[in-house]
């Protein structure tokens, strides 16, 4: 499967993270059960690319598992502040791994979800 170029809608999904305690099965299973690429791209960290026009995402390692969403937004630090203020709070403060600037907050049952600067 080759990389595919994807424009983000802002506001919108664009990227999402499936965490457990052993990415290999993760990724054969998400490869077996819906045919998604996986590619290992170091420790802990691999590439998910779904059917061209759906979002694509990674498989992290963690202790515990979940699935989060990212979501695209205009300004992180803005949307940071108005999660805070409609009762939810912030998880993760604005990261910039080098590749993507991005923070994560929890909603007001504890849901997180990742921002991703625009």
Do not use: C
């Amino acid at each position: 499967m080759t990389a595919q170029k994807q424009d983000h809608i802002l506001n919108g999904v664009g990227h999402f993270d499936v965490a457990g305690d052993d990415i290999e099965s993760l990724g054969s299973f998400y490869a077996q059960v819906f045919g998604w690429h996986v590619e290992p791209k170091g420790p802990g960290y691999a590439l998910v690319k779904t059917p061209q026009g759906s979002v694509n995402g990674a498989l992290v390692d963690s202790e515990t598992a979940s699935f989060t969403v990212g979501v695209v937004v205009p300004d992180l630090d803005r949307a940071l502040t108005a999660a805070v203020k409609a009762g939810g709070k912030v998880v993760m403060p604005k990261t910039d791994n080098g590749w993507v600037k991005k923070g994560q907050v929890a909603d007001p049952a504890g849901n997180r979800v990742t921002l991703i600067q625009g």
